[in-house]
């Protein structure tokens, strides 16, 4: 059954720096989205991305944060200059038609 | 309080009972879902009740939806051990075509065998 990857797993960060965290959603899905969930919180959205283009966003998501698509199968979430209250699980997930949404298994980010 | 609060926040059960969580919500909605997490996991679909939907089943999944009491819930029955997770509805409100999704706290199932 085909599903949602993410990679890492699980990334050690120092404040300040970039990251990126690299989703492949199911291969026919058209709707692609970033949660993220603090420790013992509710899952949280970030981002929605359809048609190229980013179709909604939170207003956790602000200017240092961005997505892309950079070719037919990846779609990323980049942190520009990361805080520790960016230390979160972020979770990719993808959807057909925008209904039943697909999690990727999640990147534990640590931001030290 | 917030949109898609659940209740109970915790649960526990022996193997073969039933096990009932309840979703409250704030706003018109286009669907709602439920989703299991096992800890430290990825979220795994269960079900979508759209809102002109009253019940739906799949399985030993039972969901009810009541859009006059803004509320829905999540029947699994005859639990087993394997179903310890913990349970999250999450709503996607009318007015948006892209799926954003509202979770709520959750509510965290533990059955023993």
């Known amino acids: 059954e085909p599903e949602v990857t993410q990679t890492p797993s699980h990334q050690v960060t120092q404040m300040g720096q970039e990251v990126i965290l690299r989703c492949v959603p199911i291969?026919?899905?058209?709707?692609f989205y970033w949660y993220r969930q603090i420790l013992g919180q509710k899952v949280e959205f970030l981002v929605s991305?359809?048609?190229?283009?980013?179709?909604?966003k939170s207003e956790i998501f602000d200017d240092q944060f961005s997505v892309e698509r950079p070719d037919g199968s990846n779609f990323t979430l980049k942190i520009r200059s990361t805080k520790l209250e960016d230390s979160a699980m972020y979770f990719c997930?993808?959807?057909?038609?925008?209904?039943?949404?697909?999690f990727g298994p999640g990147t534990r980010l640590t931001v030290t | 309080s917030q949109q898609g609060e659940e209740d109970p926040q915790a649960l526990s059960i022996q193997e073969g009972e039933n096990a009932t969580m309840n979703c409250s919500y704030k706003?018109?909605?286009?669907?709602l879902q439920w989703y299991r997490q096992n800890s430290g996991r990825g979220l795994v679909h269960l079900i979508l009740?759209?809102?002109?939907?009253r019940e739906k089943h799949s399985g030993r999944l039972r969901v009810t939806l009541d859009t006059s009491k803004k509320s829905s819930s999540l029947l699994i029955t005859a639990s087993r051990a394997a179903d310890t997770a913990s349970y999250f509805c999450?709503?996607?409100?009318?007015?948006?075509?892209?799926?954003?999704?509202?979770f709520g706290q959750g509510t965290i199932l533990t059955v023993h065998p």
């Open positions: 997930a993808s959807s057909r038609q925008g209904h039943e949404q697909y």
């Open positions: 291969s026919n899905h058209l709707y």
């Open positions: 999450a709503n996607n409100a009318g007015g948006t075509s892209y799926g954003k999704l509202t």
């Open positions: 991305f359809y048609n190229n283009e980013i179709s909604e």
């Open positions: 009740i759209r809102s002109n939907e």
């Open positions: 706003t018109s909605i286009n669907n």
